[in-house]
């Protein structure tokens, strides 16, 4: 049967692996730059350290896992509490310049990005860390007449339900109600009495715990290293701008696409795979022609008011 | 937002002090920085003179940030993009077709200009931190194309071995990095006054208004969008002229010249150096270059550690760069000798019209 399915597929069929990688790596990406957007979309702070709470996650799993399911849930626990303090940390230290212009909150998010790069090498050495997984993950499995790599199998799964979690969190929830309403409105829940320092810390550690998690279970995809940080933040980047703001299901989606073009595309053309990547975010920007949502644009309608 | 009415008084007022005297002080001190410029070659050894020249490319870079960030008001991680796409077509066209200077800078400015010509598109709709977010996409982005496109850019490995440069036809070539150091400060000299010049004239008051007030401008029928989009190229022909000076100066060029690091030092230099001010945008990157470059000698292994501590320290204690405290002190000082005679100047009052345009004035 799986013979003929893999008959069935046809020309196809040398593609499924990439495809079914693309899938992985998407929701990996979900996971990810599922952080960014609320940072972006609640908080509206550009968080140029979003990648450098990813690879926390990731060298956590390199230190704590050894290959045991008991390690494996420790390295989860305390990568998304230890990502979840550093994006907590980061909102403290964008307290004091809360009130100034975006461009000063992405200077000083990219010096924390730089720095806490610098700490992270200097701690766990400047190569790319092994990962242990359990044993029964580490093999592979039969997927219509191809061996693929069981972890990467149960990752799409477990990414699956943490994404049904958020979005089902986001809908239902009085904090997600929360998120929603300051995605629309800032201004308007600070008015009705929410702390915008409250809003700020609080969605700062959702966005570390998340990428916590993504570092930690994605750490065998998108491994801790010195590049890891600066992969995940761009990819992350690529997804806000495809998939907008405040809908977990544009993320998703755009997450699932972004995932495809660095699998799917980099198998079919090797060269021209950075170029889908401008010419997918090129699209969509030209579909909507004003970039992101429009009522999201009257909300960041920001000046510049650092000339001197 | 509510800061910037009290930044508009209080720079506005720095620059309304004595007009005839500041301009000749910075007459002067344009005229000494040229001189100390022409003269380093003979001053410092070789090594620190290609330094002196690749960190000169750098603060040209700069003043294409400064000239999106600080005059048409998109800030940009972005602009290492077209300086990429510059260098990389200047160095295909040195090693296979013309070593001529003026040939290699006029193509650089075109694939510089091309570049931001394509990806216009997905830059002039947005504003404030969307922008950020979408430069820095498209920087990032292009640097993974130039270490990816290995038939053309050499991969991560980089282009080499370019013919050395002469900068006209019959000219002498430029053999030694006394002589590429000289090229390439005149070259930034040309380009730094066209750019001041063109600032001057009303496509750059136009430019300033639409940054200042788009809905106004809007209103008043201006195509503020087109504005922007021209702006965007100018900056993108700028960076990529400063790509082609990059190849000139070091002869070697790989996707670590354009990494993400650069693209921040450079908002970090223009930041300092004022954001809108095109000189302050060479000093402002001179001056992060040099402390990378010293850090790094000093503690070797630390230096993005150190650098990010600069970072935070910067967004902390001169959010308006040096010359906005400077501003800031002189206006301070300025206050309370004025509120001898009179009560409090009105400095929680909103920017009025004259004090805006006064802000938006470019220093040179």
Redesign the interface.
Known sequence: MIIQAARWAGPLDAYLIPALDGIAYGLLLFVAASGLVFC?GVA?I?N?AHGTLYAIGAYTAAAVADGGWATLLLALGVGVVAAAGAGGLLAG?LA??A??????????T??????????LV?AFGPDNLPIKIPAALDGSVAVAGHRYATYRLVFIGVAAVIALLLYLAVTRTRAGMLVRAAVDDADMVACLGVSPARIRLGVLAAAGALAGAAGVLGAPIIGPGPGAA?TVL?LS??V??LGGLGSVLGTLLAALAVGEIQTLGVALA??A???L??AA??AV??VR????PGRL?TG????????? | ????GA?GVT?AGADSVNPADRRWLVRAGAGAVVVAGVAVPWLVDEYTTSIFARTLVLGLVGVSVALL??VA?L?T?GQTGPFAAGAYGCAVLGMHTSSVGVVQLLTGAAVGALFAAL?V??VV??????V???T???G??TV??AS????VTGGSDGLAGMPAVRPFWGMAVLDSDRARYLYTLVVVGVVVCVVLVVLRTPAGMLLRAS??D?GRMRASGHPVTGYLAMAYVAAGAVAGTAGSLLVTAQQYVSPADFG??VS?LL??GV?IG????VG?AIAGTALVVAVRDWLSGLLP?????L??????V???LF???V??LS?EVASLLRSRSRSRSRSRPGSLGGPDVSQAAA??EV?A
């Open positions: 972006f509206n550009l140029l230290l004091p310049v009130r100034r212009d975006h461009l000063t909150q992405a200077l000083l990219f010096g924390v990005a730089l720095a806490g790069g610098s700490l200097t600066d761009l980047l690529v806000v701008v090797p060269t795979a950075p170029f990547l401008f975010m090129a920007l030209a022609a004003r970039g992101l644009r960041l309608r920001l000046r510049l008011r650092s000339t001197a | 937002m509510t800061p910037a930044d720079s960030t600080g008001g800030p991680l990806t598109p997905l709709y947005a504003r404030g931190v969307v950020l977010m979408i820095l996409a498209i990032e982005l993974t194309a990816r496109w290995r038939s940054r200042d788009e993400f690091d921040a908002l970090l930041v004022g954001a809108a001010s302050g292994g630390h230096a993005p550690l650098l990010g501590g600069l970072f935070v910067t967004a902390y959010p308006r760069g010359a906005g501003a802000r938006s220093n």
